[in-house]
Each structure stands twice: as structure tokens, then as C-alpha cells.
């Protein structure tokens, strides 16, 4: 059952529990796949949609229908991700290293271990190579990349949520595309010498 966003606040407004209740079913398992995509770990991603659906139950009062539901929850979802990330940056600084293999040049530090429920790539180096190209692009390409390509949403729905233009979306993704031609084709040049 999908509800729009006006049933969805007169459901609210009756009862809370049944609201919360189809949130988590009709949402929970977009809410982990974001979270696993930007934390990259299948404990820490569990532990913060947990976060993400208490904050949401909490501020369920407070959704209008001004936006669309999927975008509220997504906004939540990013809030509490970059949130996290930046509590986890500060103790990195405080002197945790990270690991970078031979192939990690020009690719973020994050290591990757995980398998991401939106991605079904039968070889786990192949998968962590793709999450690395894509943390080397710019913030906004890659957001937009992986709501595209990894979430499944429609540039329409990406336009909402990134406020920004169906069109910049468009440009955006035409960039990213451009820029994970020349990262993995370097990779798999590499890798075949």
C-alpha cells in the first residue's frame, strides 16, 4: 500500500504507531542502502537507520506535506549521515590511520568492506573500486550518481531532493559519468599490466 503524502498525515494525525509503522516498511530498506553507500559499513549503516527512524518518529509531527515524503525521509537520512561522518572524522584526526591499497591513487581513504544491496557485482575488489571512484568526484556528482544509479530514483525525484534543477541534474550526472570513464579505465588499465 502507498500512501500520498496528504493520506500519509491523516494517518499521522490518527495514530502515530500505524504512520511510523508503514515509514519503516516502506522505506527502511532505501534508508539502509543510503546509509551503507555513504558509510560503507553494514554495522554502522544498521546502527544509524535506527537513528534516522527515531529521529523520524520524533519530528513525525512536524512533517506538512511540504515536500515529498520519500525527500523528507532522504533529507533525514543525509542529516544523520553526514552527522555521523563527521563525528567519526574528528576521531580519525585524533590519530587512527587508515589502509590504502595499491589501486587507492586519487581515492578517498575510506576502506571499503561491504555488500551493498543496490549494487550486484559478483567481485568485492570490483565493488571497491566503483565506491572509491565515485567519493572522487565532486560532492554534488556523487550524490546524484548514487541516488541515480544506486538508490534507482528519477532525476525528477533527485531534482527535489538536491534542489536543484531536472536539468543541472542532468549536467551533473553527464560529469560524473565523464569523470568514472577515466578513474576505472585507468583502474582496469593498471590492472591488466
Not at 567519526?88 to 581513504?109: M, P
Request: contains cysteine; charged residues 25%; hydrophobic residues 40%.
Amino acid at each position: 500500500m502507498i500512501l500520498t503524502e496528504q493520506e500519509f498525515i491523516r494517518c499521522a494525525q490518527r495514530n502515530k504507531d500505524e504512520a511510523f509503522a508503514y515509514l519503516t516498511d516502506a522505506y527502511a530498506q532505501k534508508v539502509y542502502g543510503s546509509c551503507l553507500q555513504m558509510l560503507r559499513n553494514t554495522e554502522d549503516a544498521e546502527d544509524l537507520v535506527q537513528e534516522v527512524f527515531t529521529s523520524i518518529y520524533l519530528s513525525l509531527d512536524s512533517f506538512g506535506g511540504k515536500s515529498k515524503l520519500s525527500t523528507w525521509i532522504y533529507a533525514v537520512t543525509q542529516n544523520k549521515a553526514k552527522e555521523f561522518l563527521r563525528n567519526k572524522n574528528r576521531l580519525k584526526r585524533k590519530g587512527s590511520l587508515t589502509v590504502l591499497d595499491e589501486y587507492s591513487e586519487g581515492f578517498s581513504g575510506a576502506t571499503i568492506n561491504f555488500n551493498h544491496p543496490g549494487v550486484q557485482l559478483e567481485d568485492k575488489e570490483k565493488a571497491q573500486v566503483l565506491f572509491r571512484a565515485i567519493d572522487s568526484l565532486a560532492e554534488n556528482q556523487a550524490e546524484a550518481f548514487r541516488l541515480a544509479k544506486i538508490e534507482g530514483y528519477s532525476y525528477a525525484e533527485i531534482a527535489e531532493m538536491m534542489e536543484l534543477s531536472v536539468s543541472s541534474i542532468e549536467s551533473l550526472l553527464f560529469r560524473a559519468n565523464k569523470r568514472l570513464r577515466i578513474i576505472l579505465g585507468d583502474f582496469y588499465n593498471k590492472s591488466r599490466s
